[in-house]
Structures are given as structure tokens and as C-alpha cells.
């Protein structure tokens, strides 16, 4: 479907073409399992191949390939995102739903999407209404704010996805399809001062689809140190009730040349060792 869009896009007139690469190859070790190695981060964030074509009224279509699917995903699709848009304006196709930060709830779907700003305090606003057929994301997302955002989503299956909750969870651990919750609610911030990065997080997630979907809430903080161009280092926090279980994660990424970077991290559950990733990660 993407590539249709695409192709009709460029039979009209002749676009301005973009190829891109985002690919993470990431070794893990996990207590009690041997290791092993995959072609997404151990946030769910996919290795991608995407062409952008822009044109001279100024739309831009956009369509991006999953090198590998994550196991148990209910997002089966190999695309990644394929969508048109207006920049800043509208957004129409599978593309990532606008919730928080997008590091708890970070899920792709079919969708229609519009940006603006509210007429008295200039705040950005974007609202998403969602449909990916049977046991996947449905309904209406949004987000309000810019420094200290406000979400909410209203439907059926949000948080279901590899993608999603990947804090308090692996990727591979995600229900699937016909699972996650009806309701949504979300704050998140962020603030830097100099090198440093400060964010908190919370949702919210209600009204489970099934009987293992219970009323969860998380919580999640971090602060980045970005010493120089091309290094950082990350100290996170996450918790999940009502199981009260803890998360610490120590994270990097540092340029070994340009567009290649090694990002490792370490990750414990409550106290304990729950996964070790070492990624190399090219970007063009």
C-alpha cells in the first residue's frame, strides 16, 4: 500500500526522492537464556529502510520497511509507516500515534492525523483517529502541550504492541493482538539544563481488553548527559503497579565514526540483572 501511494505520487509530477537507513544490530543477554542477536533495539525500535518524496506544493510521503518483525507483535505489517502528509498540518496513513513522549506508549497504525495550535495559549495540539482492523489499535489519541504534554486515548487494544511499555517490559514480551487496554491517560516533561536532560512520564492504562489486562499505571524518569556531539549517557527509573516492580537502566551511545554509533546498556529488575544489550547502530 505504501508503495503504491508512493508510486501514484511520483507518476504525477517528478518529487524530490530521499532514501534513508536506521539500522540497529543489537547482541543481548538475558539471565537463564542464551544469547542472541536481532535487528531491533531493546526498545523496540526497528532497523528501518524508508524512501521520502517531497513535492513541489510542499507534501511529503514517506514509506519505511521493517528489516525484522518483532516475535509476538501484533503488528505484522512490514512496513514500519507509509503515509502522506502536510507537514505540521495533516498526517494520513500508517504512521506512529501521538501519546507522551512516545517512549511508553510507541505504537504504529493505520491513522488520520491533525496538528495545530490552540487559538489563546499557542498550545500544540495533536489528535490521531486510529483504525488497524480486528484486536489492533482503534480510536481517538491526542496530545496537548509542548514542555508538559497531556494525553489521552480512547478505543480498543492500546499497549499491546513490541513497541509499547519497553521500560517495564521486552518487546518480544508484548501481549499481541486482541490484548491491551481501552483508555489511555498520559503527563509527560522535560527540561534541560546545559548537558543535562531531564524527563518524567506517566500513564495511566484502563478498562483491560482481557481478564490479564488489569488496570496498570507507569511511572518512568531519566536524565541524559550529552558531554559532546555524538555521546550521551542515560540513568532511568521505571515502576509499574500494582505488581510495584522496579526498573533501572544505564544507557549509551557514542560516535565510533560518522553514522555508526555503539549503544550498550544494562538493565535491572528489581535489584536483580534482567538484560544486558550491546547495539551498533547506522544512520544515513
Given amino acids: 500500500m505504501g508503495f503504491c501511494l508512493a508510486s501514484s505520487l511520483a507518476s504525477a509530477q517528478i518529487p524530490d526522492i530521499r532514501a534513508n ?12 537464556r542464551a544469547p542472541y542477536a536481532n535487528f531491533y533495539s531493546y526498545t523496540g525500535r526497528p532497523s528501518i529502510l524508508g524512501l521520502s518524496f517531497y513535492t513541489e506544493q510542499g507534501f511529503r510521503a514517506l514509506v519505511s520497511e521493517k528489516l525484522q518483525r518483532i516475535p509476538g507483535d501484533p503488528n505484522s505489517d512490514l512496513f514500519d509507516e507509509y503515509y502522506l502528509e502536510d507537514e505540521r498540518i495533516w498526517r494520513i496513513g500508517k504512521q506512529y500515534l501521538p501519546f507522551g513522549s512516545g517512549r511508553l506508549l510507541r505504537e504504529s497504525a493505520l491513522a488520520a492525523k491533525g496538528d495545530t495550535n490552540l487559538i489563546f495559549e499557542g498550545l500544540p495540539l495533536s489528535i490521531a483517529i486510529c483504525d488497524s ?5 482503534s480510536g481517538v489519541i491526542g496530545r496537548l502541550g509542548s514542555v508538559i504534554g497531556f ?4 478505543g480498543r487494544h492500546f499497549g499491546a504492541s513490541g513497541t509499547a511499555l519497553t521500560t517495564v517490559r521486552r518487546p518480544e514480551d508484548a501481549p499481541g493482538q486482541g490484548f491491551g487496554w481501552k483508555q489511555a491517560y498520559g503527563i509527560d516533561a522535560a ?52 505488581a510495584h516492580d522496579d526498573y533501572i537502566r544505564l544507557a549509551g551511545s557514542f560516535a565510533i565514526v560518522k553514522n555508526l554509533s555503539f549503544e550498550p546498556s544494562i538493565r535491572f529488575k528489581n535489584n536483580r540483572l534482567f538484560e544486558i544489550s550491546a547495539e551498533l547502530r547506522i544512520k544515513i
Fill in 191 to 242: 527540561r534541560r539544563i546545559g548537558h543535562l536532560l531531564f524527563r518524567a512520564e506517566a500513564i495511566s492504562l484502563r478498562y483491560g481488553e482481557t481478564p490479564v489486562d488489569k488496570d496498570t499505571a507507569v511511572f518512568d524518569f531519566s536524565v541524559s548527559l550529552d558531554p559532546k556531539r555524538g555521546e550521551s549517557m542515560t540513568i532511568g527509573w521505571s515502576r509499574i503497579l500494582p
Fill in 21 to 32: 537507513l536506521d539500522l540497529t544490530f543489537s547482541y543481548r543477554v538475558q539471565p537463564g
Fill in 151 to 154: 494525553s489521552v486515548a480512547v
Fill in 133 to 137: 482492523g480486528k484486536g489492533l489499535d
